[in-house]
Every structure is written in structure tokens, then in C-alpha cells.
């Protein structure tokens, strides 16, 4: 019975001592420990966790049962081997960085495309245009690959392309994306509601040996692109017609106009501007139903 006084007097006593900085201290761990887990099972590494864990329960077990040989090589490899899961996985570690500077806490200080330009009117007329030329181009199951860029800047992929720099319509998509044109086998880079270059190359998927076989190129590019950047990818199959989204390296199909541009609206637009254009939208439309009736 005194040892169990003698415990809960500790246990009291370590209570006590506890600050607000201890228990913002154990948040922040708590929280950082929760997003790892939660980006590693997205990716590779999540077998490399496993790895280690294994490893790690191995080496308990050596020192448990003084098996010498074990430990040595044991020891060896934690010495060394955090360098070799840098060098292997560094494209899984570029990600999370990359993650982590697309994040709203990194965002705080730095103003959006949006903001900087004032362009919510000119993304507004872009989404329009966009949602009727991918309908149109689906109709006649015309490929296209059109990127809408947001906050990571896609300088790398424009200097593979032709740059234009010329305002979005009907007619410009369906010149560049029309078959055996210079262009049409490229993807549209889109830039504060403009359209800045075309004939694009796009970086490949790093799980493309895990994308559904009857996924063509542009969709596999639209992943690549997804994965290494937070831009909404619109593509047209010319095989059906299926008008599909890839974003953060998730591709979503089945798309018409309607939900594309409804999609389109509240990735690209802030919140104010997207009532605003639902408002507009909705006006429109009470007023072209008056007028018709």
C-alpha cells in the first residue's frame, strides 16, 4: 500500500510540474508526428517505416541476447543508414517539403497569385472558357491537357513549351488542341487567368507502375504534374471523351460542364469571389428563364 502512495505522490508531483509550454511542447510534437505518419502512409515511405521498425525490434533483440555479430551490423546500418534513406527516397522527401511550403501556415506571410495580381475577375472569365471548351472538345473527343496554376510557380515545365500569353476563348483552345497541330500533344499552362504557354511537358508519375493500365498519357502526365506541384489539372480523353481533374496526385473523372466549372471555382477562386460568381451566375439565369418565358 505505501508503494502505491509512493507512486501516486510522484505521479502528483509530475503534474504539478507540468507548464504551458510542457503541454504546447507535447502538442506541437503530438501534431508533427501525426501529419508524418499520415504523409508517409501516402508514399513509399510508409514501407520504410515498417523497415525500420523491424530493424529497430532486430536490434532489441540482439543486445537482449548479446548475439555480437547481429548487433555489429545492426550498429553499422544505423550509423550509415540514415544517409543511404536520404539518397534513396529524396523524391519522397521533396514532396513533404514541398507539402509543407503549399501549406497554409507557410502561405501566411506570402500573398497569393490572386491577391498580387488582382485577377479574380480574369480566373472567373478563365473557368468560364475553360468549362466550355472542354465540353466542346469532349463532344468531338479532341484530347486536351490544360494545367491551371496556383501557388508553386511551374517555370520548369513552361520553358519546355511555347509561350503565348494571350487571353483564353473557345477558339484559342481549340486551335491548339485541334490534332496534328504543332502544339496539340502538349499541355496549356495557365497562369493568373491567362493562358501562358502551350506544347508543355509535363513530368511523369512516380507510381506509374500502380495507374490503371487504360489511363493514357495525358492522364498520366496530369498525375506527374498533380504529384510535384498543388495545380488543378483539367484533361480530355480522346479515346471517350471523359472530361477528368487531377490534383494533389489523385485523378477524379466524369466531369461535365456544370461540375468542372463548379469544381474550377472553389479550387481557384477565393471564397468571396466564388459567391460573387455563384451570384452572378444565379442572376443570369433567373433573368435568361423571364426572358424566355
Known amino acids: 500500500m505505501e508503494a502505491f502512495y509512493e507512486y501516486l505522490d510522484a505521479f502528483i508531483s509530475v503534474i504539478k510540474s507540468i507548464t504551458f509550454f510542457d503541454i504546447l511542447d507535447i502538442a506541437i510534437l503530438a501534431f508533427l508526428l501525426y501529419k508524418g505518419i499520415q504523409i508517409a502512409r501516402e508514399t513509399r515511405a510508409g514501407q520504410l517505416v515498417k523497415g525500420i521498425i523491424l530493424i529497430a525490434a532486430c536490434y532489441f533483440v540482439a543486445d537482449f541476447f548479446e548475439l555480437k555479430a547481429m548487433k555489429y551490423l545492426l550498429d553499422t546500418?544505423?550509423?550509415?543508414?540514415?544517409?543511404?534513406?536520404?539518397?534513396?527516397?529524396?523524391?519522397?522527401?521533396?514532396?513533404?517539403?514541398?507539402?509543407?511550403?503549399?501549406?497554409?501556415?507557410?502561405?501566411?506571410?506570402?500573398?497569393?497569385?490572386?491577391?498580387?495580381?488582382?485577377?479574380?475577375?480574369?480566373?472567373?472569365?478563365?473557368?468560364?472558357?475553360?468549362?466550355?471548351?472542354?465540353?466542346?472538345?469532349?463532344?468531338?473527343?479532341?484530347?486536351?491537357?490544360?494545367?491551371?496554376?496556383?501557388?508553386?510557380?511551374?517555370?520548369?515545365?513552361?520553358?519546355?513549351?511555347?509561350?503565348?500569353?494571350?487571353?483564353?476563348?473557345?477558339?484559342?483552345?481549340?486551335?491548339?488542341?485541334?490534332?496534328?497541330?504543332?502544339?496539340?500533344?502538349?499541355?496549356?499552362?495557365?497562369?493568373n487567368g491567362y493562358i501562358l504557354a502551350a506544347g508543355c511537358f509535363l513530368p511523369k508519375p512516380q507510381k506509374e507502375e500502380l495507374i490503371n493500365k487504360q489511363l493514357g498519357s495525358r492522364h498520366r502526365a496530369a498525375i506527374g504534374m498533380s504529384e510535384v506541384s498543388d495545380a488543378i489539372i483539367v484533361v480530355v480523353s480522346e479515346e471517350t471523351g471523359n472530361i477528368s481533374v487531377a490534383e494533389d496526385g489523385v485523378l477524379t473523372r466524369g466531369y461535365n460542364k456544370e461540375s468542372l466549372k463548379k469544381h474550377l471555382i472553389s479550387r481557384l477562386l477565393p471564397k468571396e469571389d466564388e459567391n460573387k460568381h455563384q451570384g452572378i451566375a444565379e442572376r443570369v439565369k433567373r433573368r435568361w428563364k423571364k426572358e424566355k418565358s
Open 77 to 191: 546500418f544505423f550509423r550509415w543508414g540514415f544517409l543511404a534513406i536520404v539518397i534513396l527516397f529524396q523524391p519522397e522527401f521533396r514532396r513533404v517539403l514541398e507539402r509543407v511550403g503549399r501549406s497554409k501556415v507557410a502561405s501566411i506571410t506570402t500573398l497569393s497569385p490572386l491577391d498580387r495580381s488582382g485577377a479574380s475577375d480574369v480566373w472567373s472569365n478563365c473557368i468560364d472558357v475553360i468549362s466550355e471548351s472542354a465540353a466542346t472538345l469532349s463532344s468531338t473527343k479532341t484530347g486536351a491537357l490544360i494545367v491551371c496554376e496556383r501557388m508553386t510557380k511551374l517555370g520548369e515545365q513552361i520553358d519546355t513549351g511555347t509561350i503565348l500569353n494571350c487571353v483564353p476563348s473557345e477558339a484559342v483552345f481549340g486551335n491548339i488542341f485541334f490534332p496534328n497541330t504543332p502544339l496539340h500533344d502538349g499541355a496549356v499552362i495557365i497562369r
